[in-house]
């Protein structure tokens, strides 16, 4: 099994921490954001390598990975920051993976068992399995928000406002694709969330795992970064 984390965003709304350092090598809690998914991924036992897809200071981060051993082989490619889909795409083709991945996003300060994950995924069957996590309702515009029944993903919506979201279960960052779900994706500037996931719901062909997160931070902006450390501190221990 592959892991692929998507990592190519530019950390514009990061600036002026990002003019210097990558936004997913930027440090929360004095280790880089990217290592806490890595740590996720690796801790997995099925996975044998690790994708990771950037784009912006190339470089700088394949640079930083070739002095880190963690245990499973680990590759940076370049891709073209066209959004979940199309990045995910090109990581595919790229690499020519035909087989079952699990991805996450690269910018997320979490702890997601992974191994528990893909046990749901391969009891259910289905081409694709989401992490979902309860937000609060006020938070529910800035995720990916499903709706489930059976344990099945019956609808998503990507941010809807808060009087259209049908739930409070967001999209975790995490989630295991089949070949045959992400065959449908193209190298266009798309997002997994916005098409694949509500294609897959249709057909009731995307899973729903629920997780319960100790902790769930993003650093999508300057203010959402300050709040990570600041929490992190407060969470774990040094070197976790």
Known sequence: MIGIILAAGKGTRLRPLTYA??????????KPVV?????????????KKIYVGVKYQSKIIEEY???????VKLETVETLGWETGGDLKTILEDKSIDESVVVAYG?????????????????????ATVALFSVPNEDVERFGIAKVENNLVSSF?????REDAPSNLANAGYYVLE???????RVKRERVEERLFPSLAV???????????????DIGNLDSYKKANKLVEGILAPGQ
Not at 35 to 47: G, H, Q, S
Not at 157 to 161: D, F, L, R, T, W
């Open 35 to 47: 290592e806490y998914v890595i740590d996720n991924l690796c801790a997995c036992k099925d996975i």
């Open 179 to 185: 070949k045959s779900a992400y065959s449908k994706l």
């Open 107 to 127: 910018d997320i300060v979490s702890k997601i068992d992974v191994n528990e994950m893909l046990a749901f995924h391969r009891k259910m069957k289905k081409s």
């Open 21 to 30: 350092i990558p936004k997913p090598l930027l440090p929360v809690g004095g």
């Open 65 to 71: 990975f070739s002095h880190v051993d963690y245990g």
């Open 203 to 217: 057909e009731g062909d995307l899973a729903a795992y629920f997780c319960k997160p100790a902790y769930w931070l």
């Open 157 to 161: 919506i990507e941010k809807p406002k």
